[in-house]
């Protein structure tokens, strides 16, 4: 792309003394009395809607009657990025994302990674929204904006009045929220995300300040700020920033005027931006401006989706089972919901997910892609089922009950004389079978089902023939091979078969133990057949396009599994060590890195929570912002929706319903199973 560099004129690059007017001691913490103000950059016809974007240390900005945006940076200055049907206000979503309101298009619209636009809204109950002005995003992805007629320009107005909607980015389901304004104008969300302050820059002139409810309503308003103003934010700790006529005013959580900063133009809109987030960038008619504050703006939308919020409370399921249902994120609550819906609408009426034909389902739109190899059909509708199972569905009880009937049923179909489910057609049939085994033991327990008891006894008697005798598994029965990966499924399975009240060999168990002493080094880390060996690949580039050095997904299977044998790290020093390994390895979703590796993730992520503290909430925060942005949402496409692309590791294999399963399941992980071990 061809940059084009902006004519700069006045005192591009030199730094000015501001006119600092303080109305409360309180505004001398936030600006200094001397501060300086720099331009950025000018000659430009109205600028507006700076949005900070932390990856690229750069500013994105509209030029509105030019129809574009803009890009500022300390290397570059000032430079068009692209067109625009004249944008106005812009933010970004938790994948960094812009999301941008159009006067021209009348719409919302979103700014994907491989350059397309997605169209978010462009009409309210079948009419055309007036001209979207500006927009803010929340933590849990809530998009608010505000739709005035300034844009129009002669234009057909269709809605009845000038409101302030709420779009689920999920759904797209559009809702207005205030109807009572004459024409709002900027809006902001408090860091917290509990507050919503919006402008009405018509014939009020003042600046709202609203609740924002539990179901995304808005209360009545808390206090007014007086006096027009066009964009607003708020810094790290509530104070609001408005951008007036008489320059930018800084008022306290409560409504406090506490300081103006007087600029050479009159401000359009303000953004927090910088290494630091101290820098406040102005948008003011034909300029670009910063200030330097001494208070940092907050958290980005993305950096903010790793907020804690505690929700729910636990089940009345008993022992290891008992913290099911119990979210200590919405985020990831919302996460497990789409992925559940969408296992829900991929799944054949016989009860199996088919691997690589599941898109038979998607009757209306494009059909979703990544096929999965046939030969796994009992592996990964045994790891959907556990999905199930672990956000507390059951045979007899939730809202997917008929799910996990179907799942079920179709399972004991499969199940040979012998015990094992499916066929030994494939050379590694014996993961299909452990996993399947796995959560046929849940579903047996949890369920209280015990028309499945033989079932599921056959099940895990086939996995102790399987074993080789005073080791573990492999692929083939008793062939003398052992690896820790499959090993790690069927410890799953026995462990959980044992709790559930079925007969185990604790021999195998003990056996188990023995072997990930024998795999494990004291640096903590677990090899796959032999110690310090890391994990398998394919034949041909599989290695070379997903490097084992990205990972530790051995290790974090062997750490879990000595957490679920009931092993405590107090007594084993090699499980700490293993926890660091993984910790100086968080989830990163990059295909160029080769870094994805949802089975990884998966294994580690029930690991960390575990061993809890600071592991699990490094972890966690990493992992939050390597996967729920990378889950399809309804506005990209409705089949895709709460599913995630096979572009892992193991993708070419399990193929989207292993990929959507295994991270529904990740998601889970701060719930499915009670803390073992108290630190």
Known sequence: ????????????????????????????????????????????????????????????????????????????????????????????????????????????????????????????????????????????GTIWFTDPTY??????????????????????????????????????????????????SGSKQRVGAFVVQPDLTLGEPVFWLKGGADGIRCDKLGNIYTAARDGVRIYSPTGTHLATIALPEVPANIAFGGNVRRDLYVTARTSLYRVRMRVAGPLTAREAWTTPVRLGRPSDTSG???????????????????????????????????????????????????????????????????????DGNTLRSGPYKNVVKKAVVWL??????????????????????????????????????????????????????????????????????????????????????????????????????KWLDEVSDQTGRHGYTKKGERSSRHPGDHATRFPVTEGEAITAVGLFCRLFLGQDPKDKPVMTAAADLIKAKPPVWSWEQGSIDHYYWYWASHAMFQMGGEYWDKWQRRLVVAVLPNQHDALQSKNLAGSWDPVGVWGVDGGRVYSTAMLTLTLESNYRYTKYVVR
């Open 320 to 390: 290891r089972y008992s913290d099911r249902r119990y979210r200590l994120q919405k985020q990831l609550a919302d996460g497990v919901g789409a992925g559940l819906e969408w296992l829900k609408n991929h799944q054949d009426e016989d009860g199996k997910w088919d691997c690589d034909q599941f898109m038979k389902h998607d009757t209306e739109g494009a059909a979703c892609d990544g096929a999965g190899n046939p030969v796994h059909d009992v592996g990964v509708t045994g790891l959907a089922l556990l999905a199930f199972l672990g």
């Open 1 to 140: 792309m061809i940059r084009n560099l902006l004519i700069v004129l006045g005192f591009l690059g030199a730094a000015l003394p501001a006119q600092v007017t303080f109305h409360q001691p309180d505004g001398k913490k936030l600006v200094a009395a001397d501060v300086e103000i720099e331009k950025l950059g000018g000659d430009m016809q109205f600028v507006e809607g700076p949005v900070w974007l932390g990856d690229r240390k750069e500013l994105v900005f509209s030029d509105i009657p030019r129809g574009k945006l803009l890009r500022w940076s300390e290397k570059d200055g000032v430079v068009e990025w692209r067109d625009s049907k004249q944008s106005n206000g812009n933010t970004i979503d938790q994948r960094g994302r812009l999301i941008s309101c159009q006067h021209a298009g009348r719409n919302v619209v979103r700014y994907e990674a491989n350059g397309q636009v997605t169209v978010l809204a462009s009409s309210y109950d079948g009419k055309l929204l007036n001209s979207p002005n500006d927009v803010d995003v929340g933590r849990d």
């Open 151 to 200: 844009g129009l320009r002669g234009r057909k107005k269709e809605q009845a009045g000038n409101f302030v909607y709420r779009l689920n980015a999920r759904t797209g389901d559009l809702a207005i929220v205030q109807r009572d304004f004459d024409m709002p104008n900027g809006i902001c969300l408090s860091p917290a995300g509990d507050t919503l302050y919006i402008a009405d």
């Open 412 to 513: 004991r179909s499969q199940q040979q004389e012998n015990g094992l489910f499916g066929s030994d057609a494939s050379h590694d049939f014996c993961y299909d079978h452990a996993i399947a085994t796995y959560a046929m033991c849940e579903a047996y327990g949890l369920s209280g089902y015990k028309l499945l008891r033989p079932n599921v006894q056959r099940a895990l008697d086939y996995l102790e023939s399987h074993r080789n005798a005073d080791r573990v598994w492999r692929y083939q029965p008793q062939d003398g091979d052992n690896d820790t990966s499959i090993t790690g499924w069927a410890i799953m399975a026995y462990k959980t078969g044992d709790h559930m009240g079925l007969k185990v060999n604790d021999k195998a168990l003990s056996a188990c133990a």
